[in-house]
């Protein structure tokens, strides 16, 4: 929470791998009591979907959990519909990010077992 923080100090969670960078996150907001960490792709370069793990190709509703799809789109690099090893629940657009974003992001859970997981 960040009123347990060091005063000055700001925390800012981020999400990211080599194939998109890092998406930032939803602006803390201290009226909304809402600690929900949402995090938004750095677009056009990068765009999350969230997908029905047993149907890849229907994008789930917002605030239902899904599979984190990203297709990246550089210059340098196209990869359309990665399937990432994580889900979270789709969140939807905001003011400062007017695209899909992604919330309460883990490792996919049925890899809970299988996977050696890196930092969540």
């Known amino acids: 929470a960040r009123e347990e923080l060091v005063p000055g100090i700001d925390f800012v969670p981020t999400y990211g791998n080599t194939l998109m960078g890092l998406a930032t ?9 809402d600690y929900t960490i949402t995090y938004y792709p750095p677009s056009p370069r990068a765009v999350f979907e969230l997908v029905d793990p047993d ?16 297709t990246t789109l550089t210059r340098e690099f196209f990869m359309p519909r990665f399937l990432e090893r994580d889900e979270g629940e789709r969140a939807a657009p905001i003011e400062a990010y007017p695209w899909d974003g992604v919330s309460n992001l883990r490792l996919f859970s049925r890899f809970q077992e299988s996977v050696v997981v890196g930092v969540y």
Request: hydrophobic residues 30%.
């Open 55 to 70: 149907n890849p190709d229907r994008i789930v509703d917002y605030g239902e959990t899904g599979r984190v799809i990203l």
């Open 25 to 33: 996150n939803k602006p803390f907001d201290p009226q909304a009591k």
